[in-house]
């Protein structure tokens, strides 16, 4: 298998400063790891990354989802925090639901309730 897990999540912004206030408001942490060139928090044991650029930035590329207990109070807590709806909360079957919103960077964050997955088999 060339995966073992989901390690980092890297999000390309026009300003660290700026970007780091907001994830560091809406996550409630603040990051482990804070340089000019990389701003790194520690998100249940996985990695939310910002990454200063002035190429191209914001809602291209993939998504990838990060784990919430409940999809609808997150989704509304996200869109509080200054993100604006990409994808509105919607159930995939089996009791799973996933939405997205673009942060204030344009940045797509997906988010997933999933019943069925089991963090003590993450490595």
Request: aromatic share 14%; hydrophobic share 35%; proline share 7%.
């Amino acid at each position: 298998m060339i995966f073992i897990g989901l390690r980092t999540v890297g999000y390309q912004v026009p300003d660290v400063g700026k970007a780091k206030e907001w994830y560091s408001k809406t996550l409630g942490i603040e990051p482990y790891f804070d340089e000019p060139f990389y701003v790194g928090f520690n998100v249940g044991g996985y990695e939310l990354g910002l990454q200063p650029s002035t190429d191209s930035f914001g809602a291209c590329g993939s998504t990838a989802y990060w784990g919430v207990s409940n999809a609808d109070d997150a989704f509304s807590r996200l869109i509080e925090a200054g993100a604006t709806p990409a994808d509105p909360v919607s159930d995939v079957g089996e009791g799973i639901r996933v939405g997205a919103v673009l942060d204030p960077f344009g940045n797509r964050l997906g988010i997933i309730e999933n019943p069925h997955f089991d963090p003590s088999t993450a490595k």
